[in-house]
């Protein structure tokens, strides 16, 4: 690994340079405007659960009469096995398959087959289990990334091998590797990509405080260096008044350090000390933040009667709110981040209660929800869902589950989305390939780079500015992978 090769702020400039590039697009894109005083959409539920009307307050054509875009990132926490999901189907592919992968082998005969245009007429499958990703690949709302990962540069085999490579740093861990996928750089990164788009293209002032949207966490993926994510509960605004009011119970069972915090919140705007005043501005706006969103989300309707009771389906139904009240908190670009846990699959991988395929089942219908969701209301094309993990898996078993790899398989979905295809070059499924480097580990052959590059065109940044959301997109051939419209 080369210890040289720190990944540098995104701009290649200081922080004033990205901020007049990014004023200066974000206003171009303004020209495109939004209707900002339309009517909240509408949305009358049947007994059934099911949408029975829509009105979107005025005509539109699958949202085609405004410039709104969103995407939503639905990160696989843990590092989603990636052998499990897109299977080869050839008999001959699938015996070399289960001859790797030993007990966590799938059985042909529960395969979904379908042939990929792309991969030369070479059937892939998902399991059965999977059917709602089935549905939508034929459809031609799904599509695969095959074998991306973090990349700083095009890697060989050869090179990985002979320590001559440009890598990410520390590969294999949880926390660097998350950072890779979510930042394109090293555990400690101050922005991720996420971020840097909504930096792009979110209008300024109030506007900035929705542009970026978390559902799970803190995600480095949402950071900008103007826009900092807001966090919201699948229940809507986080409530922080307990923690501000003068009234409110003992903190940790101390009255005494409720009244310190009352104190520092709301007296700490005026505070000689540069710490203690900042952190007072910075929960006075995160307060404001709330308040403005909780006073929003109640005027649009509850989605989750259309989505699974699930930790994903509650997320995605949220984002739906959200998504509803776009207008009234004008949003021409939002990014969304949510999350899925479990997927560390050192052991139980194919566990009947939290093994990979019950994980990827919620996944399956949580989105095929999600996407029943945005046609009936006219977004299905304004918004595009993609999944990430910081790594794929081992294709060797350790005999009850696989361990850290690399390389991993992806969806992408939506109306934009160039469906009922694998897209990058699907990998051999057995040991000791070109892209094995360790028990079935993926070397990448498409970079986190070269995906977010791909969203991001679609979402609006012109090809000049890739750089400053995927700083390594100038090493690769091609900044778009083709699966966006």
Not at 414 to 430: E, F, I, N, Q, S
Request: glycine content about 10%.
């Amino acid at each position: 690994m080369n210890r040289n090769d720190r990944h540098a702020h995104p701009s290649g400039a200081s922080r004033r340079a990205w901020l007049r590039h990014a004023g200066a697009l974000s206003a171009s894109l303004a020209t495109a405007g939004l209707a900002q005083a339309a009517q909240p959409l509408a949305l009358a539920l049947s007994t059934a659960g099911q949408v029975s009307s829509l009105n979107p307050g005025r005509r539109t054509a699958s949202g085609a009469g405004d410039d709104f875009k969103a995407l939503v990132c639905v990160y696989l926490n843990g590092g989603a096995d990636n052998a499990n999901l897109l299977i080869p189907f050839e008999a001959g592919e699938h015996a070399r398959y289960a001859s790797a992968r030993g007990d966590l082998a799938l059985p042909r005969h529960q395969m979904l087959a379908f042939a990929p245009a792309s991969q030369g007429g070479r059937r892939l499958a998902v399991h059965q289990e999977l059917s709602a990703l089935k549905n939508l690949y034929d459809r031609r709302r799904l599509a695969f990334v095959a074998n991306v990962g973090p990349l700083s540069a095009p890697t060989s085999l050869a090179d990985y091998r002979a320590g001559s490579a440009r890598l990410p740093e520390r590969l294999f861990s949880h926390n660097d590797q998350q950072a890779a996928w979510q930042a394109m750089a090293a555990e400690g990164a101050r922005d991720g990509w996420g971020g840097r788009l909504a930096d792009l293209v979110a209008d300024g002032g109030d506007a900035a405080a929705f542009a970026a949207i978390a559902l799970d966490g803190r995600p480095i993926f949402l950071s900008g260096q103007r826009v900092r994510p807001a966090r919201v509960g699948v229940h809507g605004a986080i409530d922080a008044s307990p923690w501000t009011s003068r009234q409110a119970p003992a903190l940790h069972g101390s009255a005494v350090a409720a009244e310190a915090f009352a104190q520092l919140v709301h007296g700490g705007g005026d505070a000689a000390n540069l710490i203690e005043r900042e952190y007072a501005l910075t929960r006075h706006r995160g307060l404001a933040v709330n308040t403005r969103l909780a006073n929003e989300l109640a005027r649009v309707p509850a989605t989750s009667a259309l989505f699974p009771r699930t930790p994903l389906g509650e997320q995605l139904a949220m984002v739906g709110r959200l998504l509803l009240a776009r207008r009234s908190l004008a949003q021409r670009r939002q990014v969304f981040f949510v999350a899925v846990n479990g997927f560390d699959h050192h052991s139980k991988l194919l566990d009947a209660g939290n093994g990979h395929l019950v994980l990827m089942r919620q996944v399956a219908d949580a989105l095929a929800a999600f996407d029943t969701w945005l046609s009936a209301a006219g977004l299905a094309d304004r918004v595009t869902t993609f999944t990430a993990s910081e790594f794929g898996r081992t294709l060797a078993s350790n005999g009850d589950g696989s361990d850290h790899g690399w390389g991993s398989h992806h969806l992408v979905m939506g109306g934009a989305v160039r469906g009922g295809d694998v897209y990058g070059r699907m990998p051999d499924v057995a040991l000791n390939t070109e892209s094995d480097v360790g028990r079935g580990s993926l070397l990448p052959t498409t970079s986190v780079d070269q995906l977010a590059a791909t969203l991001a065109l679609w979402f609006g940044v012109p090809e000049s500015s890739l750089a400053l959301v995927a700083p390594n997109i100038a090493r690769f051939g091609s900044p778009n992978l083709g699966f966006m419209a």
